[in-house]
C-alpha cells in the first residue's frame, strides 16, 4: 500500500462549490504539506503543518484552508472553488530534521474548476 | 531574483550519454539540497539527497554540491528513455527552525532513443 494517499485522485466541480481534498499517510512523519503545481510555476506551497497543533501558511495560502485531524491525517479545502484553482494539488510529509527535510510526495488530485 | 533557479529546458540527450542538470540558489545558508524526478501527470519522486560539498554517487545518478559556488548539479550517465521526465531541485533554506523546502521550476529531460 502507498504510504501516502490521496483522495480524491480526480475532481471536477463549478466555481463557487467548496471541495475538500484528503490526505492520509503512513509513514508516521509529523511534518505534511499541501502544494499546487502549475504548469512553469513548479510547486507552491499552500500550508503546513509540523504537528497536530501547528498550523502555517505557505506562499499562497488565500482561498484555501486546511484541518488537522491527526498525525496521519491533513485535509485541504477551498472554500469557494474559482477557475484559476484549476491546478494539480500534491500531499507531501517528512520525518525528523535530520534528514534535511527530505519530503515524500501523495499520487496527486487534479483538480478542475469550471 | 528566484530562491532556486534551473534552466527549464527542454534539454534533449542522446540514449547512453550523459545528461547534465544544473540548479543554482540564492541563500548561502543553505544546508541540505534534493533532487526529484516527475514524471508527467506524477508526483515527485525522491532521486538523491546531498548535504556536503562534493559528489555523491547511487548507481548511475550522481550529484555534485558546491556551496562557494552556490550550485547543485546531477548527473546520469548511460541515460536511457525511462529517465525522460522533468527534474527539479529543491533546497532546505538556513532560517533557523525552518524545514520548508523550497523548490525549483525544474528541467524537461528528454533522452533520445
Known amino acids: 500500500d502507498a504510504d501516502v494517499t490521496q483522495t480524491p485522485r480526480n475532481r471536477i466541480t463549478k466555481t463557487g462549490k467548496r471541495i475538500m481534498l484528503e490526505c492520509s499517510q503512513t509513514k508516521g512523519h509529523d511534518r505534511m504539506y499541501w502544494y499546487r503545481q502549475d504548469p512553469g510555476l513548479g510547486l507552491r506551497l499552500i500550508y503546513y503543518?509540523?504537528?497536530?497543533?501547528?498550523?502555517n501558511k505557505g506562499e499562497i495560502s488565500d482561498g484555501y484552508s486546511v484541518s488537522r485531524q491527526a498525525q496521519a491525517k491533513f485535509s485541504l479545502s477551498l472554500e469557494s472553488a474559482i477557475p484559476n484553482q484549476t491546478a494539480l494539488y500534491f500531499c507531501?510529509?517528512?520525518?525528523?530534521?535530520?534528514?534535511?527535510?527530505?519530503?515524500?510526495f501523495g499520487p496527486g488530485t487534479r483538480l478542475t474548476v469550471l | 531574483q528566484k530562491e532556486v533557479e534551473q534552466n527549464s529546458g527542454p534539454l534533449s540527450v542522446p540514449e547512453g550519454a550523459i545528461a547534465s542538470l544544473n540548479c543554482t540558489y540564492s541563500?548561502?545558508?543553505?544546508?541540505?539540497f534534493f533532487w526529484y524526478r516527475q514524471y508527467s501527470g506524477k508526483s515527485p519522486e525522491l532521486i538523491m539527497s546531498?548535504?556536503?560539498?562534493g559528489d555523491k554517487e547511487d548507481g548511475r545518478f550522481t550529484a555534485q554540491l558546491n556551496k562557494a559556488s552556490q550550485y547543485v548539479s546531477l548527473l546520469i550517465r548511460d541515460s536511457q528513455p525511462s529517465d525522460s521526465a522533468t527534474y527539479l531541485c529543491?533546497?532546505?533554506?538556513?532560517?533557523?527552525?525552518?524545514?520548508?523546502?523550497?523548490f525549483g521550476t525544474g528541467t524537461r529531460l528528454t533522452i533520445i532513443p
Open positions: 546531498i548535504y556536503s560539498n
Open positions: 503543518s509540523f504537528d497536530v497543533k501547528d498550523i
Open positions: 507531501a510529509t517528512s520525518g525528523w530534521a535530520g534528514d534535511g527535510n527530505t519530503q515524500y
Open positions: 541563500d548561502r545558508g543553505s544546508q541540505s
Open positions: 529543491a533546497v532546505n533554506p538556513s532560517n533557523f527552525g525552518n524545514e520548508k523546502l523550497t
